[in-house]
């Protein structure tokens, strides 16, 4: 049995986790105990094990999730969360960005995205919130045909990692099938 443990900071802002366990017994997707972590703008979805939830938390420790999609039974208490689906591009190829008809999209919390400490746009100011997504590009973009959900001063960040339309829109295009009578 291989055993992997993870440490990561008490604040998350932008986590997306879309995982498979095959092995039998319980896997929990995210598991508490005794702590009190941060979550913000995340989504926890897709995950699969034959037994456990997306959360699993236990012990003194309790969670504040905001602004987060959650698959769970009931949308998970705290501001802005939801537990409908993200609609990623293509999870199952590992493509978790998200269709131009994701309820993630402007749905985050502005005032929850960490500050630039490591200047990654190299613009010498660390105290701007992380100007970009996990793919480099704009973290900040306003789709105006989208309803902004979130929270703070457009644009409204979106929930995960990736900000879409920082690489072009994803419209999901059928072909049309016209019959002549």
Not at 65 to 75: E, G, L, M, T
Not at 86 to 106: C, E
Not at 153 to 174: C, F, K, N, S, W
Request: aromatic share 8%; hydrophobic share 35%.
């Amino acid at each position: 049995m291989r055993r992997l443990d993870m440490v990561f900071p008490l604040s998350w802002t932008i986590l997306v986790i879309y995982h498979t366990c095959p092995n039998s017994g319980v896997h929990y997707r995210m598991y508490n105990i005794d702590s009190n972590p941060t979550l913000a703008n995340c989504i926890l979805w897709g995950n699969t094990a034959p037994t456990g939830d997306q959360m699993y938390n236990t012990g003194f420790g309790s969670p504040s999730i905001n602004y987060s999609i959650i698959q769970y039974d009931s949308v998970w208490p705290g501001t802005g969360n939801l537990n409908t689906d993200p609609r990623f591009l293509n999870p199952v190829s590992g493509n978790l960005r998200l269709w131009a008809s994701s309820p993630a999209i402007d749905a985050g919390d502005n005032s929850a995205v960490l500050s630039d400490s490591a200047d990654l746009d190299g613009d010498g100011n660390t105290r701007e919130p992380t100007p970009i997504d996990l793919d480099g590009n704009a973290r900040f973009i306003d789709l105006p045909d989208t309803p902004d959900t979130g929270s703070g001063t457009p644009p409204i960040v979106d929930m995960g990692a990736y900000e879409h339309g920082a690489q072009g829109d994803h419209v999901l295009r059928l072909p049309v099938i016209v019959k002549r009578h």
